[in-house]
């Protein structure tokens, strides 16, 4: 049963019988409407088209009248029309959806997938019209109660207030063009663009143009695959869009389409620097693009600065041999503290399954690690050398580490926090975390569901940085709900968010005995080369294509 109930004004007895006939209702008066469109667009063909697949019962009463009328239709035929006491409004409900069409009813997805489904379109509808009281209740459980309030309560109380916390008020007019609402912060993003919500003229809208001209204000501050969060209102004059591009109405013409995105530019960047957000540009960075300019002599004399810098750092470690330690597959190590923690010498993380290491590296007495970039780390083998990507590799580890835990049914108990966190969840975060409640409780979290839709965290895997026991959780979430593994079962799903939130990042300085410790573990793993996404951690480059690369041979 999908059943939406209104206050509003109701419906004749006509005008209810109407509502059911194709091509019968319009809100275009005059000709000169099409030019000037200021409802959403439709054709009010909905109802019709929903009663054609499905059992539907219209309960309406308008205000004017003593009493309301509920109508029947089934599969598009035959309706019936009766008096019945009803409250001023309308109330439609759906049942037995495609029950004429079995193809179409098998392809329907889960209750849960079709309900998130439903949720989406429902969450434009949220924000777009603050000042409307909105209800929703599945299976009997109020999941949103939303009263009419501000624009900015409305956000918090659909994005989350968690979420909600990381975002920063963005209000700027040009010409008669006005841009108003929320953008959240670099470090505040996602892995999909569900949290993205643009409205033009209280109308949802998708455009490619203006979701560019947002992720060009961020410039350099957020990775690739990585999506900010935002909900912008955008109004002007209706004369200056056309809604008809397309039969869903999400894709707008604007006549003023380039001002308009360089508008969105600069929107989002005045918002970013009064909030103290500054490009970050590492060295290199900064260095490759003065690099461009410089002339082939300064670019010579610049290389060789880097190399005498380079001879000084390993000048400097000469006497400061590591070894790598080599285990039998019957070896443990003892716990000690996480690998991302901050850098001590004597840190090492757990490994629960202990292989030999490959054979190029057998024949090593002591290995130099080098990091670049602060991103890869570079060793030296017999045949050449090694390059690993420190954020894959630590995400392998963490992935094999996690899924023996699942698997095994041992539970991992995490570290109690000192302060427990109350954290209040979007509803549909909400759901996605009682999928995986259970799973996660078992690596280490522990979570207690409060009331509603806020739970306490009371303990964290030993691996979590303090400081970040909320934004994991809701990491994992969203990757859970939005990563594409669809031939994961939920269990490698689990281990992957976990791990691919949780590694650390690409940017993060590592000492020696990091490097080492990572190295490790990473070929104690049982597949060390690619991780869960399928993505390679190592790649080496033989002595001989050096060789042939400075012409050697």
Same mark, same amino acid.
């Given at each position: 049963?999908?059943?939406?109930?209104?206050?509003?004004?109701?419906? &004749?007895?006509?005008?209810?019988?109407?509502?059911?006939?194709?091509?019968? &209702?319009?809100?275009?008066?005059?000709?000169?409407?099409?030019?000037?469109? %200021?409802?959403?667009?439709? /054709?009010?063909? =909905?109802?019709?088209?929903?009663?054609?697949?499905?059992?539907?019962?219209?309960?309406?009463?308008?205000?004017?009248?003593?009493?309301?009328?509920?109508?029947?239709?089934?599969?598009?035929?035959?309706?019936?029309?009766?008096?019945?006491?009803?409250?001023?409004?309308?109330?439609?409900?759906?049942?037995?959806?495609?029950?004429?069409?079995?193809?179409?009813?098998?392809?329907?997805?889960?209750?849960?997938?079709?309900?998130?489904?439903?949720?989406?379109?429902?969450?434009?509808?949220?924000?777009?019209?603050?000042?409307? *009281?909105?209800? @929703?209740?599945?299976?009997?459980?109020?999941? +949103?109660?939303?009263?009419?309030?501000?624009?900015?309560?409305?956000?918090?109380?659909?994005?989350?207030?968690?979420?909600?916390? #990381?975002?920063?008020?963005?209000?700027?007019?040009?010409?008669?063009?006005?841009?108003?609402?929320?953008?959240?912060?670099?470090?505040?993003? /996602?892995?999909?663009?569900?949290?993205?919500?643009?409205?033009?003229? #209280?109308?949802?809208? $998708?455009?490619?143009?203006?979701?560019?001209?947002?992720?060009?204000? !961020?410039?350099?501050?957020?990775?690739?695959?990585?999506?900010?969060?935002?909900?912008?209102?955008?109004?002007?004059?209706?004369?200056? &869009?056309?809604?008809?591009?397309?039969?869903?109405?999400?894709?707008?013409?604007?006549?003023?389409?380039?001002?308009?995105?360089?508008?969105?530019?600069?929107?989002?960047?005045?918002?970013?620097?009064?909030?103290?957000?500054?490009?970050?540009?590492? #060295?290199?960075?900064?260095?490759?693009?003065?690099?461009?300019?410089?002339?082939?002599?300064?670019?010579?004399?610049?290389?060789?600065? %880097?190399?005498?810098?380079?001879?000084? +750092?390993?000048? /400097?470690? =000469?006497?400061?041999?590591?070894?790598?330690?080599?285990?039998?597959?019957?070896?443990? &190590?003892?716990?000690?503290?996480?690998?991302?923690?901050?850098?001590?010498?004597?840190?090492?993380?757990?490994?629960?399954?202990?292989?030999?290491?490959?054979?190029?590296?057998?024949?090593?007495?002591?290995?130099?690690?080098?990091?670049?970039?602060?991103?890869?780390?570079?060793?030296?083998?017999?045949?050449?050398?090694?390059?690993?990507?420190?954020?894959?590799? *630590?995400?392998?580890?963490? !992935?094999?580490?996690?899924?023996?835990?699942?698997?095994?049914?041992?539970?991992? +108990?995490?570290?109690?926090?000192?302060?427990?966190?109350?954290?209040?969840?979007?509803?549909?975060?909400?759901?996605?975390?009682?999928?995986?409640?259970? $799973?996660?409780?078992?690596?280490?979290?522990?979570?207690?569901?409060?009331?509603?839709?806020?739970?306490?965290?009371?303990?964290?895997?030993?691996?979590?940085?303090?400081?970040?026991?909320?934004?994991?959780?809701?990491?994992?979430?969203?990757?859970?709900?939005?990563?594409? @593994?669809?031939?994961?079962?939920?269990? %490698?799903?689990?281990?992957?968010?976990? =791990?691919?939130?949780?590694?650390?990042?690409?940017?993060?300085? @590592?000492?020696?005995?990091?490097?080492?410790?990572?190295?490790?573990?990473?070929?104690?793993?049982?597949?060390?080369?690619?991780?869960?996404?399928?993505?390679?951690?190592?790649?080496?480059?033989?002595?001989?294509?050096?060789?042939? $690369?400075?012409?050697?041979?």
């Amino acid at each position: 049963l999908i059943q939406v109930v209104d206050n509003g004004k109701g419906m &004749t007895e006509e005008d209810l019988v109407l509502a059911f006939e194709r091509h019968a &209702t319009s809100k275009i008066k005059t000709a000169n409407d099409l030019h000037h469109i %200021e409802t959403l667009g439709f /054709r009010g063909e =909905a109802l019709p088209s929903i009663a054609s697949v499905s059992m539907v019962e219209a309960k309406s009463r308008h205000k004017s009248e003593p009493m309301g009328n509920v109508y029947r239709i089934t599969g598009g035929k035959d309706g019936k029309l009766v008096k019945t006491a009803a409250n001023i409004g309308t109330s439609i409900s759906v049942k037995n959806l495609f029950f004429n069409t079995p193809a179409r009813r098998r392809f329907l997805k889960s209750d849960t997938a079709e309900y998130q489904q439903i949720l989406n379109v429902l969450k434009k509808f949220f924000l777009a019209y603050p000042n409307i *009281h909105f209800e @929703l209740w599945v299976e009997d459980k109020q999941a +949103y109660k939303l009263p009419e309030s501000a624009i900015d309560e409305r956000v918090r109380e659909v994005l989350g207030n968690s979420l909600f916390q #990381g975002m920063l008020k963005l209000s700027n007019s040009l010409g008669g063009i006005d841009l108003r609402g929320f953008i959240s912060r670099p470090d505040v993003v /996602r892995k999909s663009r569900a949290h993205q919500f643009l409205f033009l003229n #209280g109308r949802p809208i $998708k455009d490619k143009s203006l979701n560019h001209a947002i992720y060009q204000g !961020y410039a350099n501050l957020i990775s690739p695959g990585e999506f900010p969060v935002y909900c912008l209102f955008l109004e002007m004059d209706p004369g200056l &869009t056309d809604v008809n591009v397309h039969p869903t109405k999400m894709e707008v013409r604007f006549s003023n389409e380039r001002s308009l995105y360089y508008f969105f530019i600069n929107s989002v960047k005045q918002v970013l620097n009064q909030a103290g957000v500054i490009p970050q540009f590492s #060295g290199a960075g900064t260095g490759s693009a003065v690099g461009n300019a410089l002339s082939q002599q300064e670019r010579t004399d610049s290389i060789m600065q %880097e190399l005498q810098h380079k001879n000084r +750092y390993m000048a /400097r470690y =000469a006497g400061a041999q590591l070894s790598l330690t080599y285990f039998s597959p019957e070896e443990k &190590t003892e716990p000690a503290d996480q690998i991302d923690s901050t850098p001590a010498e004597q840190s090492q993380a757990p490994v629960h399954k202990v292989q030999p290491l490959p054979v190029h590296y057998q024949d090593k007495v002591d290995v130099q690690f080098w990091q670049i970039h602060n991103r890869y780390i570079l060793s030296e083998i017999k045949s050449g050398m090694v390059i690993i990507d420190q954020h894959v590799a *630590h995400e392998r580890i963490l !992935y094999e580490r996690i899924l023996k835990v699942l698997k095994e049914g041992s539970p991992s +108990y995490g570290q109690k926090l000192l302060f427990p966190h109350k954290l209040t969840l979007a509803y549909d975060d909400f759901m996605v975390l009682q999928e995986i409640y259970e $799973k996660l409780n078992k690596i280490g979290f522990s979570i207690k569901i409060f009331s509603g839709n806020t739970i306490v965290i009371e303990a964290m895997p030993a691996d979590v940085k303090v400081g970040r026991e909320s934004q994991i959780l809701l990491e994992i979430i969203d990757y859970y709900r939005n990563e594409p @593994l669809k031939d994961f079962d939920p269990l %490698e799903k689990v281990a992957a968010a976990f =791990a691919c939130k949780n590694a650390i990042k690409s940017g993060e300085k @590592l000492s020696q005995a990091e490097m080492q410790n990572l190295v490790d573990q990473l070929f104690a793993c049982e597949s060390p080369f690619f991780c869960p996404h399928g993505r390679p951690v190592i790649i080496t480059i033989d002595l001989e294509e050096l060789d042939r $690369k400075f012409k050697r041979i």
